[in-house]
T-cell receptor, first 118, second 115 residues
Framework: QKEVEQDPGPLSVPEGAIVSLNCTYSNSAFQYFMWYRQYSRKGPELLMYTYSSGNKEDGRFTAQVDKSSKYISLFIRDSQPSDSATYLCAMKLVRSLVGGTSYGKLTFGQGTILTVHP | DADVTQTPRNRITKTGKRIMLECSQTKGHDRMYWYRQDPGLGLRLIYYSFDVKDINKGEISDGYSVSRQAQAKFSLSLESAIPNQTALYFC??????????????FGPGTRLTVL
């Protein structure tokens, strides 16, 4: 079983729809939860992150973490064609020491391909 | 603009050939990473480096090697390429001084095809 599971989609929605993207995970030690957005032929870029449980809102985007269920979500309100991209969840343990240096390895989900059509 | 660049952007090669993918960054970050991305598998870490003298294996390092020539340069080599190394390869950087999130900044990727 993968540590992080994400439905790859693809997901196709009309402009203005509310989009829900989700990931589940198995490692209860994850403490940082991130969403990266990847446009076609580009590298991923960090969209939002949360620490531990709770919600975080940034404009049309809301990230939720439910640690009791080991489930995280990204909601996009009033979706736009410019939101069309692959969305990857990523998770990280609290920093641990590797060779004396603090490091937090990222574990990524498989990515969900989202298309918002006009 | 501070940036992470990768060369080449696309490469087609044959089984058994030696290939080098290069990454340069102008962000001044000390940490650099190499990932591969495959459909249905997401991003998987190949190698990472915290400074010029520090190289660490990731989860899928077999068949790959790396060289950190300078703080700003991190190369990935496939000594003898095989078809299942066909993938999209990304270089990333992060800043040791970013205490909490350790955000990683990705290059544009190299699409490698091994025939």
């Amino acid at each position: 079983q993968k540590e992080v599971e994400q439905d790859p989609g693809p997901l196709s929605v009309p402009e203005g729809a509310i989009v829900s993207l989700n990931c589940t995970y198995s490692n209860s030690a994850f403490q940082y939860f991130m969403w990266y957005r990847q446009y076609s032929r580009k590298g991923p870029e960090l969209l939002m992150y949360t620490y531990s449980s709770g919600n975080k809102e940034d404009g049309r985007f809301t990230a939720q973490v439910d640690k009791s269920s080991k489930y995280i979500s990204l909601f996009i309100r009033d979706s736009q064609p410019s939101d069309s991209a692959t969305y990857l969840c990523a998770m990280k343990l609290v920093r641990s020491l590797v060779g004396g240096t603090s490091y937090g390895k990222l574990t990524f989900g498989q990515g969900t391909i989202l298309t918002v059509h006009p | 603009d501070a940036d992470v660049t990768q060369t080449p952007r696309n490469r087609i090669t044959k089984t058994g050939k030696r290939i080098m993918l290069e990454c340069s960054q102008t962000k001044g970050h000390d940490r650099m990473y190499w990932y591969r991305q495959d459909p249905g598998l997401g991003l998987r870490l190949i190698y990472y480096s915290f400074d010029v003298k520090d190289i660490n294996k990731g989860e899928i390092s077999d068949g790959y090697s790396v060289s950190r020539q300078a703080q700003a340069k991190f190369s990935l080599s496939l000594e003898s390429a095989i078809p299942n190394q066909t993938a999209l390869y990304f270089c990333a950087t992060s800043d040791l001084r970013a205490r909490e999130i350790d955000e990683q900044f990705f290059g544009p990727g190299t699409r490698l095809t091994v025939l």
